[in-house]
């Protein structure tokens, strides 16, 4: 096959050594026939990100979620994201002229928000949050499918998907969901269980068929802070929030010796 006009984007995060690895990596592409483009091109067969989950997040938010695959250099912290290493990257070229790898799919999620009379779309990987603005606690009426489950009091509650069911689910105490899976998971953020308030203390899992309904409650001028795949979004009074999975599918480079649970092993402990 001509590699001529075969355009592969690389974005790198604003740390060095990841600005010196997308050099050296346009390079070594270049020299393999590929063009790097300057900016992101919705034609490019692949979209590499050189730095850690986190600049991954936002290269996805930032493109919208393109189609197009991913692989990830890791020069971040934990990288679970990340498929290949800084001194791999003449292996990865090598496999991936010769087609020697697989396509990891994972879901994203959706939240409809409605506030006043506009209705917002916001779209993630990992998770969405909805929690208390400013410290104040947060009452949230929480219904899955047509049945009222809880008036949820605490600091707020996260939706997780399958992919971000290892990051701040995680470290709330939420259940690791193997991808190849298709549920979600509400997962309580310091929930308030007494004689006064009465919240679940669990992850909940949701099938994926019924939408997660978010009613706020509001005390005084409080208000409510949505946070998707650690990006913070504020809108004036919210009266519902509809969380779902949503259509858009993200797609991601695996070299041959991928296993989730080898990465979770490797990662986590
Ligand atoms: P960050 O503060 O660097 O993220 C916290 C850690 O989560 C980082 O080590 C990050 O990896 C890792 N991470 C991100 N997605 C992951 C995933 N799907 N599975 C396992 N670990 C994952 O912030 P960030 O890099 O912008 O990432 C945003 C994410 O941070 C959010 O989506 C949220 O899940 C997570 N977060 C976690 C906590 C917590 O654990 N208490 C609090 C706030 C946010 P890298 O080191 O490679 O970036
Ligand atoms: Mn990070």
Same mark, same amino acid.
């Given at each position: 096959m001509s590699l001529e006009n075969r355009l592969i984007n690389v974005f790198a995060n604003e740390n060095a050594v990841s600005r010196e690895i997308k050099r050296l990596l346009k390079q070594k592409l270049e020299k393999s026939g590929f063009v790097v483009p300057r900016e992101f091109d919705p034609c490019s067969e692949l979209v590499i990100c050189v730095g850690g989950d986190g600049s991954f997040l936002h290269t996805l938010n930032r493109y919208d979620f393109p189609e197009i695959p991913f692989v990830g250099v890791n020069?971040?912290?934990?990288?679970?994201? !990340?498929?290949?290493?800084?001194? !791999?990257l003449d292996e990865f070229i090598f496999k991936y002229k010769k087609g020697d790898y697989s396509i990891q799919e994972f879901k994203t999620i959706g939240a409809y928000i409605s506030s006043g009379k506009e209705k917002t779309r916001l779209r993630g990987l990992n998770e969405i949050v909805i929690r208390g603005d400013k410290s104040i606690t947060a009452h949230l009426n929480i219904s899955i499918g047509d049945s009222f489950v809880e008036r949820f009091s605490g600091d707020g509650i996260l939706v997780a998907t399958p992919a971000g069911s290892t990051a701040y689910n995680y470290a709330l105490g939420g259940c690791i969901v193997d991808p190849r899976l298709s549920l979600l998971q509400i997962t309580p953020i310091a929930p308030m269980n007494t004689t006064a308030y009465r919240s679940f203390t669990s992850s909940l899992i949701v099938p994926p068929e019924l939408s997660i309904n978010i009613f706020p409650e509001y005390t005084s001028e409080s208000t409510i802070l949505i946070i998707v795949d650690g990006m913070e979004y504020r809108y004036q009074e919210i009266t519902d929030i509809s969380i779902n999975f949503s259509k858009t599918r993200v797609k991601m480079i695996r070299l041959a010796n991928y296993d989730f649970w080898n990465k979770v092993k490797s990662k986590f402990l």
């Open positions: 020069t971040g912290h934990l990288g679970f994201f !990340q498929e290949i290493y800084p001194d !791999q």
